[in-house]
């Protein structure tokens, strides 16, 4: 049984191919067409999809579909016809681009059922979203908590996962939102609604939170668990964007270019710390009304690898499974396996432990590309061990190995790497490599028999998704990759699942005595992580890397 799952949001689009119940592949719509967070239908990812698996649209038995249009439609009419008296040409605006927006995605729903012959299946998406990350852990039976900005007027949802089925236990409307609020205050810093919130997470570590009383009462907690923004300092309308009355007293907004004063880096801190006592504050009534020792999160806002950090060590739950792909991208994964798993009743079989799903090339293509592009290099008989002594030497790597990552995070497939034990390597990496802002940190990838050895903390975090304390003993061993507060979004890596780059890791152990290396996605600034060998040739050239290990070659800037 072939299950094709779709995310077409408009919003991290992307698609993944299940066959008998285990992923094949998943590919994000943005690593094809090279626009970062590509907002258009998925069809390059369709297309490619099924070429890899060499089927066509009428051998997939169903498809899954990762929001329904019409709940969308009316949940955003019925929330912004009561505002249109107050702002009448924005909501008719949004009403005419809703309605357009209903239209296309029926007409696609509709042409897939015409493609394929079998049922085109348009699902809940916050379910989605709880399938994509429950469905695959690796829990019998948990508590799933989806948090997010919104999607289809649900922005936050409680859950229970037994077995093959997902109980859903509480819904929070649009009209309180988490993600709404960190989006708008991300706005009001000067950086991108709903594509920049990571770089406000990285900047609050910077900040002290001057502003938490403050805050603390934008968002008040009820004692069922939910929480209702107050709309007279956080303008929901808006999305989340702070009143004229939150303005005075927090200051004006800073546009994008000018300088981050000490008082914006208090903002982001104290808005941190809200959204964490938040998360806290959802996770302790959902381990209440479950009784669960299990948890899987989910939604973007679990893409807060800070708030998934001290969830792990102040929260209730003793096991947190959190995949790679929380975000809209990972509802197409939710999708397929709600209909395989829950729709049609099949046994679950498949732990999504390794986000190395999406395309690879052989050495026969790498080495056509590098010859077609006219580049130096030369084969190497063991690229793990050259790219080991090459950063040990200080120099700056492109790594591409394997199967395309899918979901945010470069794990080890399409990196770039460096020496963390060299403090200027944060400052290099960032000013001349990924052309980005200063403050932000890079993460450390490590052993995963080698973790509590660098890090304080207990768990494996295999997709970086949780953020842990440095040892005091080697923050200033690998400074690199220790962020001003001390702690680190880290990447455990097992043999298991990345061998060649577990040998790799291993190799720069064996030289430095340190088995930590820093990794960063393969990309420079607003561009998607590479997908193909050429992508990859084009960013090392065009950016400050010193060699590119690309499947068994060794690419240089210069003949040697």
Known sequence: MYVLGINATMHNPAVCLIKDGKLLWAIEEERLTRYKFAKMRPQRAIKKCLELEGITLSDVDYIGYSWRPWNYLWDETCWRIPRLFKRPVTTMYNLVQMQNFFTSHMHDLWYLKQQT????????????????????SPFEHAAILSIDNRGEGVTTMFARGTGNKIEVLKK????????????????????????????????????????????????????????????????????????EDLIRIIGPMRHRGQPLTQDHMDIASSLQKVLEDAVLHLAEHLYRITGEENLCLTGGVAYNSVANGRLADEGPFKNIYIPPCVGD?????????????????KPREYVLDCASLGLEYTNEQIKEALDTCKVAYRKEENIMQTTAKLLSEGNIMGWFQGKMEFGPRALGNRSILADPRRAEMKDLVNKYVKRREEFRPFAPSTLQEDIQTYFDTKYESPFMTSVCSVREEYRDKIPATTHFDGTARIQ???????????????EFKKITGIGVVLNTSFNVRDEPIVCSPLDAIGCFYSSGM???AIGDYLVMKKKT
């Open 117 to 136: 012959g079998k049922k085109a299946m348009a699902l809940d998406h916050h379910k989605c979203h709880c399938a994509g990350t429950f469905l695959v």
């Open 172 to 243: 929070i409307y649009i009209q309180n939102s988490l993600g709404k609020i960190y989006s708008g205050l991300t706005y009001h810093l000067g950086f991108r609604p709903e594509y920049d919130e990571y770089k406000v997470m990285g900047l609050a570590s910077y900040g002290k939170p001057k502003y938490y009383e403050l805050f603390k009462s934008i968002i008040k907690f009820d004692s069922d668990g939910g929480f209702k923004i107050n709309g007279a300092l956080c303008n929901v309308d808006l999305d989340g964007r702070p009143t």
């Open 329 to 345: 991208a990972g509802t197409s994964i939710g999708a397929a396996f709600y209909i395989y798993n829950t729709i049609q009743g």
């Open 492 to 506: 455990t890596v097992s043999r298991n699942t990345n061998e060649r780059y577990w040998e790799m890791i291993n």
């Open 546 to 548: 010193d060699y590119l």
